[in-house]
Nanobody, 116 residues
């Protein structure tokens, strides 16, 4: 089993920045991909950003140039640096790890609210 715990969600003003963290524990495989997804109220869960064990990254078009995903394999932690935040970035952000993005294990989420 793998446990994922997200942290860092809070309310920030538009244009602000925030960094989310996701700590993984349990039976961690360092070949697993790690990713962030988000789900806004009344909407489906969408891919935000992902990073492979080799460090290759992928981003949703809506966050390219504003968000940066990184991982610390020694600490089994993945980060999401979010800049130039917009009201439409408001959502619950979920951490995911598995053989591919969207498969495997999920955290319980952390709420990010962008509001003035």
């Amino acid at each position: 089993q793998v446990q994922l715990v997200e942290s860092g969600g809070e309310t920030v003003q538009p244009g602000g920045s925030l960094t989310l963290s996701c700590a993984a524990s349990g039976s961690i495989s360092r070949v697993n991909a790690m990713a962030w997804y988000r789900q806004a109220p009344g909407k489906q869960r969408d891919f935000v950003a992902g990073i492979t064990s080799a460090g290759s990254t992928n981003y949703a078009d809506s966050v390219k140039g504003r968000f940066t995903i990184s991982r610390d394999n020694a600490e089994n932690t993945v980060y999401l640096q979010m800049n130039s935040l917009k009201p439409e970035d408001t959502a619950v952000y979920y951490c995911n790890t598995g053989p591919f993005y969207g498969l495997g294990y999920w955290g319980k989420g952390t709420l990010v609210t962008i509001s003035s």
